[in-house]
């Protein structure tokens, strides 16, 4: 046979080898999710390359047998063609390996692995068409192999037959919605990271305190009432005795503005006008609350312990905002500084801290800034105290008799 027949063999062989190599890689690496979508889209390359891809071993079975028949042909072609050109040397043929050897490396190893794992699409698809029949034509040597194959994977107890599920879990969904800023907005980003977390979290995470719920009392003067309703900035107020725990029910301020100035107006007129308090058991999961929400028919609600004592106040105001962020943007609730640092509303929930600033405090124990400082201090820190608090360094900067209300968050070093 002719040199230059020879060395023609011999660049097919190499061509094939890069194919076969490029191939593997390229299949191997496409993303699964975009493949998915590209299946919905009808793209017939995509769907040949799924359909090879739920049984890898024999798709690799075909590729490895590929890759092996043409290197080992390339070699013996390497072979033949330095014993035709130095018959008299006796280590001609391990220096042709050797050349052969660096030449398949760069040539149908590492470059077409390279690119096939930079644009796995470019290779993959292609060739899903031409190893779509060539499994059916090869499919006995190949049952063959895999027959051994599938033993040996037995005894270490896997199987084959199920394949590989493409899931994510929570924590790996929110890693990629995280690092897609590129592809869409950060407000959206935070919507979606807000209904992840809506599994984890309860009314109790996002409610307003009891301390801090605007009510009415009975007990008051009818004036101070009057004054409380029309400077009130809420919609709705609970309506009590002497104490929140006697709640007597929701008063919508709309319909009270216009009698407030009747002759006849009374506490009793408010009564009239009051709906049943919805009570919130303070586990209760945001998802759940938000369709008792929706099928009943209400927006507002007092979150009770197991004794039935009042811990707080939530709205459906309050449940959006888990999605959707604040629904009235607070500037001073974390305000960065000329130095890096922020200066932060001790009262704000750590689940909102942890969303502002893309931390990781933890959210199974107390609910705001405050509590984690004094859990984690066991005591009321004074101002000028300094602590390094889950990793991130901060400052307490105001504080009263039972409270930190400023805090300084120092820049991380």
Excluded at 32 to 59: C, E, N
Excluded at 147 to 164: A, Y
Excluded at 201 to 224: F, K, N, Q
Aim: charged share 20%.
């Amino acid at each position: 046979m002719p040199l230059s027949v020879l060395f023609g063999i011999l660049a097919l062989m190499l061509l094939l080898s890069a194919f076969f190599s490029g191939s593997e890689t390229s299949l191997m690496t496409l993303n699964r999710y975009r493949l998915r979508h590209l299946v919905k889209l009808k793209h017939f390359g995509a769907i040949k390359a799924q359909r090879l891809l739920q049984r890898p071993d024999r798709l690799l079975g075909l590729i490895l047998l590929g890759n092996n028949f043409v290197n080992n042909f390339a070699a013996s072609i390497a072979t033949v063609i330095a014993i035709k050109l130095y018959s008299n040397e006796e280590s001609i043929i391990a220096i042709a390996t050797g050349i052969l050897t660096i030449v398949m490396l760069i040539c149908s190893e590492v470059t077409p692995k390279t690119l096939a794992a930079i644009k796995p699409e470019l290779l993959a698809f292609p060739a899903a068409w031409i190893y779509t029949p060539l499994i059916r034509i090869f499919y006995p040597l190949i049952w063959f192999v895999n027959l051994f194959v599938n033993l040996l994977l037995r005894l270490v107890r896997v199987d084959v037959k199920k394949g590989s599920h493409d899931s994510l879990n929570k924590d790996e969904l929110k890693s990629i919605i995280t690092d897609a800023e590129s592809l869409m907005p950060v407000r959206y980003q935070k919507m979606l990271l807000g209904i992840l977390d809506l599994e984890s979290a309860t009314v109790e995470d996002i409610m307003t305190p009891r301390h801090e719920i605007v009510g009415i009392d009975l007990e008051s003067p009818i004036e101070d009432i009057i004054t409380q309703i029309v400077e009130s900035p809420h919609t709705q107020m609970a309506v009590y005795k002497k104490s929140i725990d006697r709640v007597v029910g929701f008063l919508h301020l709309r319909k009270v503005l216009v009698m407030v100035n009747q002759e006849d107006f009374d506490k009793q007129a408010i009564i009239n006008l009051l709906t049943k308090p919805s009570f919130i058991p303070e586990h209760t999961p945001v998802h759940t609350q938000m369709h008792r929400f929706k099928s009943e028919k209400i927006r507002i609600g007092l979150v009770v312990d197991e004794y039935g004592d009042v811990l707080g106040l939530v709205t459906l105001d309050d449940l959006l905002q888990e999605i959707v962020g604040e629904l009235i943007t607070e500037d001073d609730t974390a305000k960065r500084q000329s130095d890096g640092s922020y200066l932060v509303d001790a009262s704000i929930t750590v689940r909102e801290l942890n969303r502002v600033m893309q931390w990781g405090l933890p959210t199974e124990g107390p609910k705001t800034l405050n509590g984690l400082i004094i859990e984690f201090m066991e005591t009321i820190p004074e101002p000028g105290t300094s602590i390094k608090l889950h990793g991130h360094p901060l400052e307490i900067i105001k504080r009263d008799e039972n409270t930190v209300k400023l805090v300084k968050f120092l820049p991380s070093e």
